[in-house]
């Protein structure tokens, strides 16, 4: 193998390793630990789904803001407090928990399977 395909190589994984690693500051919780965070008042509760699934199926006290939306509400959210998001299997509250770690939330929380994981 060449230089250039080695490098080609190692910059492949760079790129799946910065992709698929946790994100310092986000935390992936069950259902039942995102259920239990309820109690607190204190905690903000998003649904990153769009606003059709979001009416089909949801859970309070999630409220909705689509993840195409989220980087411009933000304003309306308090990075000082714990942020627990959702949307229908985990992928795109994953990607909205990065958006909110870029924003400079601290304490995120990222519900493992989403909603096709709630019972």
Known sequence: MGIFEW?????IILFLVN???PV????????QE?????????IQFIDVRTPG???GNHRKPFKNIPL???A??????DKEKEIVVICQSGMRSAQ????????????????KGGMNAWF
């Open 53 to 55: 699934e979001y009416k």
């Open 7 to 11: 490098i080609l190589l190692v910059i």
């Open 34 to 42: 995102a259920k239990d965070k309820f109690k607190d008042t204190t």
């Open 68 to 70: 195409n939306n989220l």
């Open 19 to 21: 992709r698929f690693m």
């Open 96 to 111: 909205a928990a990065k958006i909110l770690k870029k924003q400079g939330f601290q304490k995120i929380y990222n519900v």
């Open 72 to 77: 411009s509400k933000t304003n309306k959210l």
């Open 24 to 31: 310092k500051g986000i935390t992936n919780i069950s259902v």
